[in-house]
């Protein structure tokens, strides 16, 4: 599939079948992470995979749409902040950037291997960590299903570049 094909294909999943996700699919959805840039190259997140197989009723706490347990993986990209890369001169850190960068280089990776994904930031996070044991330095930042499409995708809405491109200044 050519880059610019995939992203057009790409779209948030909100109905998966059941099937399981050959190891091999995982394993390289979890290199596009390893390999995506981060600043500094610090890499100061962790991506944890979640087994959704007699889980989903506690996994519904974290993110309540049935459609969020349908698949039989869901992937949590959490942000470690001690290890992120941090601007000097106002002190910014990055590491929520990094995390939304990792998360990208997943989906993107899955849709090039026929998976769906759904990007998710609106969840309960006190649930989440309660749920995945996340030790006090970790956030968790970013959630999506992972699995196999049972959709269709509807034709996407994007405003012109006109609207959304500047040259030089504002």
């Not at 991506?47 to 506690?58: A, C, F, G, L, P």
């Not at 902040?81 to 850190?93: F, L």
């Not at 995390?99 to 280089?105: E, G, N, P, R, S």
């Not at 769906?116 to 309660?130: K, L």
Request: with cysteine; proline share 7%; charged share 25%.
């Amino acid at each position: 599939m050519d880059f610019f094909e995939m992203i057009r294909e790409r779209h948030s999943v909100r109905a998966y079948r059941p099937d399981p996700v050959e190891d091999e699919k995982l394993n390289l959805v979890l290199d596009a992470a390893r390999l995506a840039p981060t600043a500094h190259n610090n890499q100061p997140f962790q991506v944890i995979v979640i087994h959704t197989n007699d889980r989903q009723e506690e996994l519904r706490n974290i993110y309540h749409r049935e459609w969020f347990v349908q698949p039989p993986l869901i992937l949590c990209v959490c942000g470690v902040s001690s290890q992120g890369w941090i601007r000097g001169y106002d002190q910014r850190s990055y590491v929520e950037v990094d995390a939304a960068i990792v998360m990208d280089h997943m989906i993107l990776a899955a849709t090039a291997l026929g998976l769906g994904t759904c990007w998710i930031a609106a969840f309960n996070s006190r649930a989440a960590r309660d749920i995945l044991q996340l030790p006090l330095e970790v956030e968790p930042l970013l959630f999506t299903p992972l699995g196999y499409s049972a959709d269709q995708p509807k034709p996407k809405e994007r405003k012109p570049l006109a609207e959304i491109v500047r040259y030089e200044h504002w």
